[in-house]
């Protein structure tokens, strides 16, 4: 840490200069304009990004040393989440097939994202949307609605033995994922640019809390997946009604901790939270209840029922960790996450 002592100028005004290397690294010159963001834990935050417009940034990748589809695809992935406004795609010849291919799926399954320019050698993707647009609130509850849906609807594939439903479900993760890289990428461009944290109306700090929430909500999602690709393998197969009842039973218990852990997280309610987490205990021994009672079946079928009752609880388990993140957050901060954003 450098030390510099404060001056006082003119009777009023307190001056501290600059470190020249800095100002020399961003080019400042005599007259330029600085901005002056003060912090929550008050520090003061000091840049030459005057505006609240993001960061234009460029990443280029060079596709004739890629031969793998899925490596191309989680490179555009990285380069989106780490918030880059521009990819441009480049190749010394011709682009293979798979190359046009993965871009589409890029553009299709991230928001935003759309190709702008394209030759025989060059592909450029450029972000079309404001991220001030998509508040992380609205995205949040979007998530939970969505993966809610799928993990409901993976245990009544079970029920009615409706594989179509099954499969529509695991269809379904692309639209959780989205959401949850593009809450990634919104968290990477408020901690490039706080200005765009005052823009948005919530600090970098924030803007961390909603991003392990929308971590979370995706791995619950995740496995409403495997609920519903274990599901496929049962149909066809005499279930007890007993261990119907007691998975249903299991789901309702996990999809309610779910519940109540987004509402204390939107009602800042930490003894709500609390409470939340010590009732995961019950959902657990109704899980081991089940792996209990599918012993005594065929083994296939025991082991996907198995692994179905070990999702549900997964899933409860996962809720109870959005709890602990509100309690953690509202440690932190006792006026809660509406405390840094605008009131609309």
Known sequence: MEIRRVQVTGGASY?????????DEQKIKKNDPVGLIAQPDGTLLVTNKITDEP?????????????DPALLFRMLIGAYITGFSTIKITTKEKFPPFVRSTVRDFTQMTIGQEVVEETATAISIKDLLNPAEMPFENTIKRMYVIVRAMHEDAIAALET?????????INRDTDADRLNWLIARQTTMILQNPALARK????????????????IIERVGDHAVRIAEHVVPVMGAELDNKILTAIKKASVMSLETFDRSITSFFNTDMKDAHRNIESINALEKICGDINNLVLKMDTPVAVNLGYIAESIRRSGEYAGDISETVINLLVENESGPHKDRKTK
């Not at 001056?15 to 100002?23: D, F, G, Q, S, Y």
């Not at 960061?55 to 031969?67: C, E, G």
């Not at 700090?205 to 929430?213: D, E, K, N, S, V």
């Open 55 to 67: 960061l234009q940034r460029t990443k280029t990748i060079d596709s004739s040393t890629i031969a």
């Open 161 to 169: 033995q409706n594989r179509s439903l099954a499969q529509d479900v």
């Open 200 to 215: 948005m109306g919530l600090t970098p700090g924030m803007a961390m809390y909603y991003f392990l929430i929308s971590r």
């Open 15 to 23: 001056v501290v200069t600059l470190p020249k290397e800095w100002a």
